[in-house]
Nanobody, 114 residues
Framework: QVQLVESGGGLVQAAGSLRLSCAAS????????MAWYRQAPGKRRELVASITRGGTTNYADSVKGRFTISRDNTNNTVFLQMNSLKPEDTAVYYCNSVPNYLPWGQGTQVTVSS
């Protein structure tokens, strides 16, 4: 049973950067797709970026070219490097599988000021 803990969020100004981490209590090697999701106030949770076991990545159009997802299968960790942040990136960020069958963690808050 894999448990997920997100960290690395915070308050940054527009155009700034943050690096989010998702630590799993169990192995993620067998999970084909891992991903970062986000949910802004009043909005539905959306898929931001995904990565396969072998490292193939996909991104939402809104973050393409600005965010980079990666995974360390040995250390059971997923990362999200976020550059050129915009106020519209403000949300709680979560990691999970695709589809999201793992228990949700608490998420980490990202707030981008203008």
């Amino acid at each position: 049973q894999v448990q997920l803990v997100e960290s690395g969020g915070g308050l940054v100004q527009a155009a700034g950067s943050l690096r989010l981490s998702c630590a799993a209590s169990g192995t993620i090697f067998s999970i084909a797709f891992m991903a970062w999701y986000r949910q802004a106030p009043g909005k539905r949770r959306e898929l931001v970026a995904s990565i396969t076991r072998g490292g193939t990545t996909n991104y939402a159009d809104s973050v393409k070219g600005r965010f980079t997802i990666s995974r360390d299968n040995t250390n059971n960790t997923v990362f999200l490097q976020m550059n050129s942040l915009k106020p519209e990136d403000t949300a709680v960020y979560y990691c999970n599988s695709v589809p999201n069958y793992l228990p949700w963690g608490q998420g980490t808050q990202v707030t981008v000021s203008s």
